[in-house]
């Protein structure tokens, strides 16, 4: 006594999803919503060749559209400079002066950072936001 085609897809489909999990790779539920579409095929009554031809086109089809979708979004900036990934971006502070090679102390959540400054221009102080921090450096825009 063998299993039905559509359980084997159904435990395909299971894997699929169980690796997903472990690897965080999305494009495994794209193959694993294939499969799950295998299954429904031979469900329905079709042969192999066409369970195996429905779960491809589903599976490679949505994977090929999450792969569109993905490289239609913009890119991310870098982690330093992403407030997504670090809060005091776009944080203000309170330059009291610089020095002459473009760095200053500035006082921040409780304690003295150093920073760099970054735009065009002398710069002066006075307020400033946090646009990016480079290990322990916040790297200083002047505020509008």
Known sequence: MGM???????????LLVAVELGTGTF???ML???A?????AAHGGA?????????????????AAWHVRRMRQPKAPPAEANRDV???IGSRVQVPAWN????ARVPYRGATWSARHSGGGAPRPGPHVIVAV???????????
């Open 47 to 63: 042969m192999p060749s066409i369970q195996l031809v429905v779960a491809a086109l589903v599976g490679g089809g949505a994977v």
């Open 100 to 103: 002459a090679d473009g760095t």
């Open 86 to 88: 670090n809060l005091d």
């Open 32 to 34: 694993a919503l294939g």
């Open 134 to 144: 480079q290990g322990s450096e916040l790297v200083l825009q002047p505020a509008d």
């Open 4 to 14: 039905a085609d559509s359980t084997l897809w159904w435990v395909a489909a299971g």
């Open 36 to 40: 799950a579409s295998g299954a429904l």
């Open 27 to 29: 494009y495994l539920l």
